[in-house]
């Protein structure tokens, strides 16, 4: 594909301005979602169990022009989910080549761009970025600085450009601005420091950033999604409520709800090495500890302050709510079922006595098998199971 080089040609291109100069990176990914619902194309290949929770949620989140966060567990495809958003942008995005935050050539937002469109004008070379290049991903750890996610001064650009430190030039882009045209991710969300949620105020507000002491407001042009776990919530921080607010769309995820999906996942996921092959190994234990194991019974009663999601997973529904909520027969009070850890962890072998239901506690100790023995000793207790 011959695609245009210069600012002129671009002009006469399918990039026209008309076209181009308001078209956000969350028109894009509507437009582009809109064709694949309306071609019935799966939307993210490889995800298991969702279509008909969690991806729904996500497809009125890109609709609605949404920065979105997904909440669950560890081991749910969140940060996999927030990968495949790159298959709604488009496949080339012109952009002012050797810009450092991909301008538009429409309507560039960056000093260097405007300096360098004066001098050239339609002789402005154009480069292209492909949806990976599009993609900036953050993992969210206590000591992110603002300097690292919206930008600094750079002394050394100012003294090797011969430029004032308050020039525009001297700036160092941090992530976000780096993504801009893009889409822009932090796992783990409730990690990052709560001065530093405070930087994302203005861009998920007024859609601009403003770096340290420059007069300058960049207009960035970002999709922000983000990741967190519930369980890390009290443990390790939180999401400033300011900053929750201005989410707009909050979409639970949640472990395989039945036990084939579950099994589809594993295949999906393990694999060994034989002649240099991909082999696909499903043990045959997982299946004999599956079927062995109790289903929970179809009508159990969520407590009122579990979220919508756990019911997909009777596991989850334990986790967060504790103390144990009352009106579930005893059964299952005694032995939280988890089905779902033949899919992602192992088993824990001994659950502690104490009414703390918490994950991290449960499955802390390492698991050690038998040498002798195929199987695992059963997890849990063989109660009679009424799976239908
Ligand atoms: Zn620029």
């Not at 529904?317 to 939280?336: C, D, E, N, Q, Y």
Request: charged residues 25%; proline residues 9%.
């Amino acid at each position: 594909m011959n695609l245009p080089r210069t600012l002129g040609e671009l002009r006469g291109s399918d990039f026209s301005e008309e076209r181009l100069r308001r078209r956000r990176v969350k028109d894009e990914m509507r437009e582009n979602l809109i064709c694949k619902l309306r071609r019935r194309e799966a939307l993210f290949p490889g995800i298991v169990g969702y279509d008909d929770t969690v991806v729904p949620q996500i497809v009125n989140a890109v609709l609605s022009r949404h920065n979105f966060i997904l909440l669950g567990l560890r081991g749910q495809a969140k940060s996999r989910i927030l990968r495949a958003l790159t298959s709604l942008l488009d496949r080339a995005l012109p952009y002012l080549e050797g810009c450092e935050i991909h301008d538009n050539p429409y309507a560039s937002i960056c000093g260097r761009c405007r300096e360098l469109l004066e001098e050239r004008g339609d002789q402005m070379p154009i480069a292209y970025l492909s949806p990976e290049h599009r993609y900036v991903e953050k993992l969210a750890t206590p000591d992110v600085t603002i300097a690292d996610l919206i930008g600094d001064i750079d002394p050394i650009k100012a003294a090797r450009g011969g430029h004032q430190l308050s020039n525009e030039l001297t700036v160092h882009y941090g992530l976000l601005p780096r993504a801009n045209r893009g889409i822009f991710a932090i796992n783990e969300l409730p990690d990052l420091a709560g001065k530093i949620q405070v930087g994302l105020f203005n861009i998920m507000q007024e859609g601009d950033v403003q770096i340290k002491g420059y007069p300058i407001r960049l207009a960035l042009d970002v999709a922000l999604v983000f990741t967190a776990n519930p369980e890390d919530y009290t443990a390790r921080g939180k999401i400033i409520t300011p900053l929750k607010d201005r989410i707009g769309s909050e979409i639970r995820t949640h472990y395989p709800a039945t036990v084939d999906e579950g099994m589809a996942i594993t295949a999906q996921e393990a694999w060994s090495q034989r002649d240099g092959q991909k082999l696909v190994v499903v043990p045959k234990f997982l299946r004999e500890v599956v079927e062995r194991s109790p289903s929970p019974p179809a009508t159990t009663k969520r407590s009122t302050s579990a979220p919508a999601s756990a019911s997909a997973c009777p596991s989850l529904a334990w986790r967060t709510s504790s103390p144990m909520p009352s009106g579930v027969p005893s059964a299952t009070r005694r032995k939280p079922s988890c089905r779902a850890w033949a899919t992602s962890t192992p088993p824990c072998r001994r659950l502690p006595a104490s009414s703390s239901w918490n994950t991290r506690a449960r499955c802390a100790a390492p698991i050690s098998w038998p040498a002798n023995s195929s199987a695992p000793p059963s997890p849990r207790p063989s109660i009679a199971t009424s799976k239908a």
